[in-house]
């Protein structure tokens, strides 16, 4: 059974930086495309970035475009580098991995495997 944690969630200030880690393991497949999500309080979970794995291929939210970055190692554990955080970015964030293809990376009804989330708080 697929097991994700997410790490690196935290406080910072409007402008500063975070990189969440997804930690991976009991993979008996490989993932297409692993993504990440975010959840505020009151609000539905909304996609934020994707990354195919075999490709590399990554794709973003508008609202996140030019200021995150996901990536991922050879260990198929993915990361989020979050840079210039806005006071509109805090939420829970999660990561999710989807075994094949499908145009709706977007959609959380697409996803089985699912981490438990870290928190990620901007200051303004």
């Known amino acids: 059974q697929v097991r994700l944690v997410e790490s690196g969630g935290g406080s910072v200030q409007a402008g500063g930086s975070l990189k969440l880690s997804c930690a991976a393991s009991?993979?008996?497949?490989?993932?297409?495309?692993m993504a990440w999500f975010r959840q505020a309080p009151g609000k539905e979970r909304e996609a934020v970035a994707v990354?195919?794995?075999?490709?590399?291929?990554t794709l973003y939210v508008d609202s996140v475009k030019g200021r995150f970055t996901i990536s991922q190692d050879n260990a198929k554990n993915t990361y989020l580098q979050m840079n210039n955080l806005k006071p509109e970015d805090p939420g829970m964030y999660y990561c999710?991995?989807?075994?094949?293809?499908?145009?709706?990376?977007?959609?959380?009804?697409?996803?089985?495997?699912w981490g438990t989330g870290t928190q990620v708080t901007v200051s303004s």
């Open positions: 999710a991995a989807h075994r094949s293809y499908s145009d709706s990376w977007y959609s959380e009804n697409t996803y089985a495997a």
């Open positions: 009991g993979y008996t497949y490989s993932p297409y495309f």
């Open positions: 990354i195919y794995t075999g490709s590399g291929r």
